[in-house]
């Protein structure tokens, strides 16, 4: 009995394997591979991107390699040399010490494998620290802000601001200067050029190009506290034409302004909602989150609400109810959401700087009210 | 075996107990807790490491329960990263190294054919720094806020007072420095071993391989440690006293962590592994029959791997923005360390060919080693180049690269370690369908847990992150990640079963089971208290395959000890311990330095400042009172037969 539970269980635990690891190259809905995921970094839509999955496809193909030649040795030997039924158990093999030209040999020949690698790297390594030279001319630049857990974008040549959706034209190279406002955070586009961290105190830069319009999913990559999980963005490449209308949007007014934050939109269904909600936001919102699109507050930009597509920093999508439940209870979406809890004072964090909606105590028709609002806002 | 005092320390022991006085139980409580002996604390190192491998395994299975399913509730955001951060802290410095330190206490003394390591007592201070360290560190559970949520990173300026009021991050701090000072005085004490205590004729290039990554490893500590101490030093500093060495407010760079981090981290990875491969380097011979392979570039390999290990920082931080030179010169050098590390593999390869390969459960483990550290070297040559390590920092598939290094490198290495040196050790040896069912179910569960976070990672999963939502793609492959790491915990769980089992029930072992290569396996089964009752004389590398297999003039001689004079012996100490319950109290007190207890719903402000104080006075007493006692010493005589064994191999000579 205990001769035969071993083969049946190695075997057993091999089929196992054969079956899960194939299984586990398909996502959820059946696609393979998941190789056109919103993250993923197999799809590249951009020339940075496209280098970065270049050379690791280059480095995927020599390590296969060496796994095959090394990894056949192994199993040749590990064949070969097994000890068999039957065989002599006091045969001693043959002692060989070594063999310096096989040594001397291996070691070159793993060498000169490096430097089919180092090459395209060194390239690599350039490409993505410098805009390249015809790029250069019609390039935009746009001032990333990091903070505990959503983005601030600054669009500085026309100066405004908005949050956790960075758009801008396809085919045009986009400057980002990273900053950040509280702890290290990572900027990344999977599908556009990597990532590279924002860190306080000191200004990163990096570059991104879409070539053809599109919708991007990007994620904060460097451990930030609580919520680090829940840190997304959207990246929006937008055609020409389509880019020159939304800058001339976001420099629009969109409330009437002066200490007033009713809307200056005029079609509205219920007026009288919308300036309830305008009240609501005022006490309770105004403080931190600053509808003037020149302004930038402790909280994101609120100026084009109602034009995003997400919310809650990319992890929802912008809809009615899902704006209820984050305006409600944010801190069931968001751990330790500043919105909900209040800002700690910096000098005593155990002490609150500024009240979250916590204390508001909000009931379900005033945030009903404050949704309403909110999509006036476009 | 007949006991006697030497002559010159019979003073000190005229009273035969008390704290004061030297203490000469060698059973029980006092016998445990004032041991020297180098195979006593061995066997604690590794029961302590086991443990917390049983806790940070809990914590890996909570966290894998957590990402099973998308968007999945079952624990909070908080202690989802408590979880990560304790599970990192306690694999790297509360299972693997210590696990490491157990063999280095336990097989190198007698591989060189030492009585004891060099400084008895040092040790014992060493093992007590490891356990009360490990206890700091996880004391942090028990307070309010909980362990540390801040990665085993700990990334500046998360970890300042402002974005982490927690005590759970003080505990995390003074933990560390305790277990570094458990670290540097073990590594102190391993090289002024090799490099004096070896048995006649050993010369260093006679030396087993698993000796020379200890020599090579405990360098690499005393270099590594001090920066990480400075670190730690320089972040209590800017969370108690205001100091601005990581905070941007004051001028504080967070980027200068990074580096004092990794100055330390990278090598601290090959403090890891080094160990592990000594351990392969010495079980393959064995079970091949066959001398080591290139054992010179094997061993020149394992010390550029540690010099380079010291160049190659940066890439840590390909992402932070660091210039092109900067970047590209840290690529190439790491990208070197691909070369030792093949060669190693490589003469591997090149010692088991030609061999007779007997597949018993330490092979399986040793080969089982082979693949997955090819695996994992492969994904580290990948971001190894920045413009990939772009896309794959901070993603699973750093997390699948350094599982398959660390898991399917370090602690297959040590599990083939324990099943190898277990007779050795207990006298009794561990059941072999058993150990070959835990090797499947390991290796598979591993194998399961693991590789699809290759898939996850380039296919844009963060790192260190709480859930992730379902319309991403990565719920199948975390779906069977959970699965496998269910069997791995299971196959653990299984191995140190079968070695409670193996110890009380297993068959008896003889001296050299395995028809082993090296020194230790010509002693008894288990040693002696010490070691070896002859001096052994070393005429080649692989010594007790020689006596077996060699030419006559190849055999080593037997020096009997002096019939007058004996074996001499450590003295066991009350000191080490004391010594370590003063440094951990007063890391306790610099913990709770600004820390506000509520007793009974009234604030009251513990006294974090006199616990330092006192702390420090037992630490000044433990020290100078170890000093004054001396180091003592008593001789033992062989026993009859061991006096008989050595009369036979003389005679034959």
């Not at chain 1, 075997?11 to 998941?34: A, E, H, K, Y």
């Not at chain 2, 790297?92 to 696990?99: G, S, T």
């Not at chain 2, 100490?573 to 370590?580: D, G, R, V």
Request: net charge negative; aromatic share 14%; glycine share 10%.
């Amino acid at each position: 009995m205990s001769k035969r539970i071993l083969p049946i269980w190695a075997g057993l635990m091999f089929l196992v394997m054969l079956i899960s690891i194939p299984q586990c190259t398909f996502s959820g809905d059946g696609r393979w591979f998941n190789i056109e995921g919103q993250q993923s970094a197999l799809d590249p839509k951009g020339p940075i991107a496209q280098n970065q999955a270049d050379i690791f496809y280059l480095i995927l193909w020599v390590t296969l390699f060496l796994f095959i030649t090394v990894g056949g040795a192994l199993a040749l030997a590990m064949w070969r040399f097994r000890e068999r039924k039957g065989d002599d158990p006091n045969y001693i093999p043959p002692q060989s010490h070594g063999h310096p030209l096989i040594e001397v040999g291996l070691v070159v020949a793993s060498a000169a494998l490096l430097v089919v690698i180092a090459i395209p790297t060194f390239g690599g390594i350039i490409l993505k620290k410098q805009v390249p030279v015809h790029l250069e001319a019609d390039a935009i630049e746009v001032n990333v802000t990091g903070y505990q857990w959503w983005w601030g974008f600054e669009y500085t040549e026309h100066g405004f601001y908005t949050a956790n959706e960075i758009v801008f034209p396809a085919g045009r190279a986009v400057k980002l200067n990273l900053h950040a406002n509280d702890v290290i955070h990572s900027f990344w586009l999977p599908k556009l050029a990597g990532k590279v961290d924002l860190i306080p105190g000191q200004v990163n830069t990096m570059w991104i190009k879409a070539d053809e319009p599109g919708y991007f999913w990007g994620q904060c990559a460097e451990f930030c506290g609580d919520s680090h999980a829940y840190m997304l963005f959207r990246a929006i490449a937008l055609p020409e034409d389509e880019w020159n209308e939304w800058l001339e949007r976001q420099q629009r007014e969109t409330i009437v302004g002066n200490g007033d934050y009713a809307p200056v939109k005029e079609d509205i269904e219920d007026r009288e909602l919308v300036l309830k909600g305008a009240e609501l936001y005022a006490q309770h919102c105004a403080r931190c989150h600053s509808v003037d699109s020149r302004l930038q507050t402790m909280g994101p930009n609120l100026a084009h609400f109602g034009s995003r597509t997400s919310i809650a920093s990319g992890w929802m999508e912008n809809e009615p109810e899902e704006l209820h439940r984050w305006l409600k209870e944010p801190h069931k979406v968001k751990p330790g959401n500043f919105m909900w809890y209040g800002f700690p004072d910096p000098s005593d964090p155990s002490r609150v700087q500024m009240e979250g909606l916590k204390d508001a105590d909000l009931s379900d028709s005033e945030v009903d009210a404050l949704v309403a609002y909110l999509y006036t806002l476009q | 075996m007949s006991s006697h005092h030497s002559p010159d320390s019979a003073a000190a022991h005229s009273e035969p107990t008390g704290l004061w006085h030297r203490p000469l139980k060698k059973t029980g409580w006092v016998g445990f807790l004032t041991t020297v002996d180098h195979k006593k604390i061995g066997i604690a190192y590794a029961l302590g490491a086991l443990f917390f491998l049983l806790v940070g395994g809990v914590e890996a299975l909570i966290i894998r329960l957590q990402l099973m399913v998308p968007e999945n509730e079952l624990i909070s955001a908080r202690l989802y990263n408590q979880l990560f951060t304790m599970h990192g802290t306690t694999m790297i410095f509360l299972a693997v190294m210590p696990l490491s330190a157990a063999f280095f206490n336990y097989i190198m003394p007698l591989q060189i054919g030492a009585r004891d390591v060099a400084f008895p007592r040092m040790n014992a201070l060493g093992l007590w720094c490891f356990l009360l360290g490990g206890i700091l560190i996880n004391m942090s559970w028990f307070f309010d806020q909980g362990a540390p949520a801040i990665g085993w990173f700990a990334y500046a300026p998360l970890t300042d007072r402002q974005f982490s009021p927690d005590i759970g991050t003080d505990f995390w701090i003074m933990g560390l420095q305790i277990l570094g000072i458990a670290s540097l005085v073990g590594a102190f004490n391993f090289i002024t071993t090799i490099l004096n205590m070896r048995a006649p004729g050993l010369s260093m290039m006679r030396l087993p391989v698993f000796t020379w990554m200890t020599l090579i490893t405990s360098f690499l500590i005393i270099l590594a440690f001090p920066a990480i101490t400075i670190a730690l030093v320089e972040l209590m500093f800017d969370r108690h006293f205001g100091t601005y060495f990581f905070n941007v407010d004051g001028g504080g760079k967070p980027i200068l962590w990074q580096h004092l981090f990794w100055i330390f981290g990278h090598p601290e990875v090959y403090i890891l592994i080094l160990p592990a491969m000594g351990i392969i380097s010495e079980v393959i011979p064995v079970f091949s029959r066959k001398t080591l392979f290139g054992y010179p570039l094997i061993i020149f390999s394992g010390a550029v791997i540690g010099f380079l290990g010291f160049a190659v920082w940066s890439h840590h931080m390909f992402t932070t923005g660091l210039g092109i030179v900067a970047t590209t010169a840290f690529a190439f050098l790491t990208m070197l360390i691909a070369i030792p590390t093949g060669v190693k593999i490589f003469n591997w390869i090149g010692t088991m060919w030609g061999g007779r390969l007997r597949f018993t459960t330490p092979m399986l483990y040793a080969v089982g080693f082979i693949w997955m550290f090819m695996m994992g070297g492969f994904t580290g040559i990948m971001h190894s180049s920045p413009p990939v390590d772009a896309q794959q920092q901070d993603t699973y598939f750093v997390v699948a690269h350094f599982h398959y290094v660390l898991i399917g490198g370090s602690i297959f290495a040590l599990l083939c370690g324990i099943h190898y040196w277990f007779p050795k050790v207990s006298g009794r040896i561990m059941d072999e369908t058993w150990g070959k069912i835990n090797f499947y179910t390991v290796f598979v569960g591993f194998n399961i847990a693991f590789f699809p976070m290759h898939i996850l990672g380039m296919t844009g999963m963060p790192r260190r992150t709480h859930t992730y939502k379902e319309e991403m793609g990565w719920a199948e492959p975390n779906f069977w990640a959970t699965i496998g790491a269910l069997m791995l915990g299971f196959g653990i769980l299984s191995c140190i079963i079968q070695m409670i089992y193996s110890y009380y029930k297993g068959a008896k072992s003889p001296n050299d089971p395995w028809g082993g290569r090296t020194l230790e396996w010509a002693t008894a089964s288990p040693p002696k208290e010490y070691n070896f009752a002859y001096t052994p004389v070393i005429h080649a590398r692989d010594q007790v395959w020689e006596d077996r297999h060699g030419t006559p003039e190849k055999r080593m001689d037997k020096i009997a000890p002096d019939p007058e004079h004996g074996i001499h012996m450590p003295d066991q100490s009350w000191w080490p311990l004391i010594t370590s319950f003063g440094i951990f109290f007063a890391c306790l007190g610099i913990v709770f330095f600004r820390y506000e207890f509520t007793f009974f719903g009234s604030l009251s402000y513990t006294n974090g400042i006199g616990l330092l104080v006192v702390g420090l006075v037992v630490t000044l007493v433990g020290i100078v009172k170890w000093a004054l006692e001396g180091p003592g010493g008593y001789h033992l005589y062989p026993d009859a037969e061991d006096m008989e064994e050595i009369r036979q191999s003389q005679s034959k000579n």
